[in-house]
């Protein structure tokens, strides 16, 4: 996780998705907020994409069987029956140091959720900086207006949420704060499942030194 995407520069992803997510990325607060989610947040603040071509789904495997939607999801009922192609990559200018992509991931993944209110969240993960959010104390081109105790995280664009963020990581409790000992952990467990997931088993290694060992004295 420490070697990101984004060191490597400006790459293009060509990506095949169903209905149902693209309209997760191009959804936006004043729609249904069902649609509106972490994954909305990153990719328009992160990505430039679009779609390229909408192509059969019976094309692909494995197939699904239909589903319902609700009148809220016309595009992901209108083509049911389809997969698009699209393209992402990433913005000339990522808003953040690569060094603070991590920390906003995790900050908009496990705040952006229902019911999640800012400021006492925020007060719990950097001790004081809640003045600091409904008082801004850095300069911020775009900035939610009238934050109060009970607003929630899904009431605030792309823009407005980063600009919180970086409210929040400019307070001087920051650098020392549980919501960087949360990402640390959280860091590690990736890692540790990570590495895992690479270890042989020795039951494994040994029916593949087997195997290879057979198909050798055939040979011969």
């Keep these: 996780m420490q070697t990101t995407i984004a060191s490597c520069g400006r790459l293009a992803m060509f990506l095949m998705m169903k209905p149902s997510d693209y309209l997760i990325l191009i959804s936006s607060d004043s729609m249904s907020r069902k649609n509106y989610k972490y994954l909305t947040i990153l990719s328009k603040l992160f990505f430039d994409f679009e779609l390229l071509e909408k192509l059969p789904r019976k094309a692909f495997l494995p197939w699904e069987s239909r589903r319902k939607y609700s009148s809220k999801t016309n595009l992901s009922a209108l083509d049911e029956d389809k997969i698009y192609l699209t ?130 004295e055939i040979t011969d």
């Design 87 to 216: 393209r992402f990559i990433w913005k000339k200018e990522l808003h953040l140091p690569i060094d603070q992509l991590l920390p906003f991931y995790f900050f908009v993944k496990q705040l952006f959720k229902a019911g999640s209110k800012i400021i006492p969240t925020l007060e719990n993960w950097v001790p004081g900086c809640g003045e600091n959010i409904i008082l801004p104390k850095i300069h911020h081109d775009v900035y939610y207006e009238d934050i109060g105790i009970h607003t929630e995280f899904r009431e605030l664009t792309p823009h407005q949420i980063l600009e919180v963020f970086r409210e929040m990581s400019a307070h001087p409790s920051y650098a020392g704060s549980p919501f960087l000992d949360m990402v640390e952990a959280e860091l590690i467990k990736n890692e540790t499942v990570e590495t895992s997931s690479n270890i042989i088993s020795p039951d494994l290694e040994k029916n593949i030194i087997e195997s290879i060992e057979i198909k050798s």
